[in-house]
């Protein structure tokens, strides 16, 4: 049986202006090329309310570490009251959008992700001593992986919100 170890769990607040297209695309290549994690996107919906728009994404990623490790996190993007908004910048008048977003995070760590401890009891015993006696810097050193990756995204989110927002 695969076991699940929650390693990383926040989120971020913005309110303001931004790009929504360039953002959505900053997110998305900024964890697979900057973290090389697989992405697929689980949910997208969209509600109109007048001229506002909300938006939920759900995206689910995982990268495998090692043979026994693998790196799974889940991103849910909320988009609140999303509307049209246009900004003067050097003289030249650019569609952007304005609103309020919420990104949350959590990273987990999967240990025997495909099951091949579990094929016996034999090797339910070996996999406890391997995780008992072999390996428990090595957890400790994938868990601290996951925790950075999360939270660099994070910041590299925040960090690109708030520049945009300043344009």
């Avoid at 303001?16 to 959505?24: E, H, L, M, V």
């Avoid at 997110?27 to 973290?35: Q, V």
């Avoid at 999360?150 to 945009?164: I, R, T, V």
């Amino acid at each position: 049986m695969v076991e699940k170890d929650t390693v990383f769990s926040s989120k971020i607040r913005y309110n303001g202006i931004f790009s929504f297209t360039d953002f959505y695309n900053f997110c998305h290549a900024w964890l697979t090329e900057e973290t090389g994690l697989i992405l697929s996107e689980t949910k997208y919906s969209e509600k109109l309310t007048g001229d506002a728009k909300g938006i939920e994404i759900t995206w689910v990623c995982f990268k495998r570490m090692t043979d026994y490790f693998q790196f799974e996190t889940r991103v849910d993007f909320r988009i609140s009251n999303l509307t049209k908004a246009e900004i003067n910048q050097g003289g030249v008048k650019i569609q952007t959008n304005r609103g309020a977003v919420e990104i949350k995070m959590k990273g987990v760590l999967a240990r025997d992700y495909q099951g091949k401890f579990e094929m016996s009891a034999f090797r339910k015993f070996l996999r406890s001593v391997y995780e008992k006696w072999v390996i428990p810097s090595r957890v400790e050193e994938y868990q601290g992986k996951i925790a950075e990756e999360c939270d660099e995204f994070l910041n590299q989110a925040k960090a690109y919100l708030d520049l945009e927002g300043r344009k």
